[in-house]
């Protein structure tokens, strides 16, 4: 029975993998190191940044649309979807496309508290785009299992709070994919990092610099919890932010199209509206998975409950 999940699971990842999926396994941290510097070197060849911010406007449209595209199956696949921009330009190109897919949001909501805030914006935009919309909310009960099983999925190596919190969002939307027969699921992976979205490019002095940075390092950051999760749960994730060809768009792209002190993502934001994204959307400023689902307030709920100090400590107890 165990060779034949794994032979179905590479058969899966033969059919439609990313370019850090090689030999049905996750490139090691060495590979992917050398993949985006090579990107790099081969940008700084180039001899020209798109400075112009028209032009660069165009040249990234046409790189997402076919980033997408390009991986949408012949078969029913799942968005996880939050209503950010990510998630909901990803969607606006799959239905322009006319596939048939599910968009998957879960958060957790215990009794009269506070309603998720990516269920709240979720389903506004998918009552705006007409998408097909499938929401999870979990109570303080089910976000224990939840994250026990995160917990055992990832080892003790990457079960920090962090990946516990955003590994949870993953996981329960892979769960509900699964109920539906679903195979594939979009995720924005990448997008932070090669259009400046987090605080600390708002923070750095070199904001490009920053970008490559986070590039360099997502893989112990993001890609190893990912990919055990999807392979944990036979599901393969489509992640056109980190798509070769549209690394090197976003990252020929000056640092002053994409962030000020207020808003991260502007370029990103701007094409979203062109492709017709309303701008309510377009625009949504987004917490992080952890925080917009509330999963990091049911790991802090649990720990209080379960007499621990410290978050991590309640996690540590789940291994």
């Known amino acids: 029975m165990i060779i034949l999940i794994n032979s179905y699971y ?17 490139i090691t941290k060495q ?8 990107i790099k ?12 911010r028209s032009k660069a406007r165009g040249i990234l449209k046409q790189g997402i649309i076919r980033a997408v595209e390009q991986r949408l199956p012949d ?4 968005v996880m979807f ?18 048939d897919f599910v968009c998957y949001t879960m958060g957790f909501q215990e009794g009269v508290s506070k309603e998720p805030e990516d269920v709240i914006y979720a389903r506004k935009t998918a009552d705006e785009l007409g998408l097909n919309l499938k929401i999870r909310v979990i109570s303080l009960g089910e976000a224990h299992k939840l994250f026990k099983k995160t917990v055992k999925i990832l080892g003790k190596e990457l079960s920090n709070v962090i990946n516990i919190g955003v590994g949870g969002v993953v996981l329960a939307c892979i769960e509900m994919a699964k109920k539906d027969n679903v195979k594939y699921l979009f995720s924005g992976l990448g997008s932070e990092e090669v259009f400046a979205g987090y605080q600390r490019h708002r923070e750095a002095e070199d904001k490009q610099a920053e970008c490559w940075r986070g590039l360099l ?6 890609l190893l919890r990912d990919y055990a999760i999807a392979k944990s749960e ?23 199209f994409k962030i000020n002190d207020k808003i991260s993502k502007i370029i990103l934001r701007e094409v979203a509206q062109e492709l017709g994204l309303p701008k309510n ?3 949504r400023k987004k917490r992080a998975a952890q925080y917009g689902s509330r999963l990091d307030k049911a790991i802090a709920k649990l720990a209080k409950k379960n007499n621990f100090e410290l978050k991590k400590d309640y996690l540590r107890s789940l291994e």
């Open 31 to 38: 590979a992917w190191e050398k993949i985006i510097l090579d």
């Open 281 to 283: 959307i377009a625009w």
């Open 10 to 26: 590479s058969l899966l990842l033969s059919m439609r993998a990313e370019f850090y999926i090689q030999g049905n396994k996750l």
């Open 82 to 99: 939050s209503g950010g921009v990510d998630s909901s330009l990803i969607a606006l190109i799959a239905k322009k496309a006319g596939k």
């Open 75 to 78: 078969k029913k696949f799942g």
């Open 217 to 222: 390092t997502m893989y112990e950051r993001d």
């Open 234 to 256: 036979k599901i393969m994730f489509l992640t056109p932010f980190l798509n070769k060809d549209m690394i090197v768009i976003a990252m020929r792209i000056p640092a002053k």
């Open 41 to 52: 070197r081969s940008i700084s060849k180039m001899g020209e940044d798109l400075n112009d």
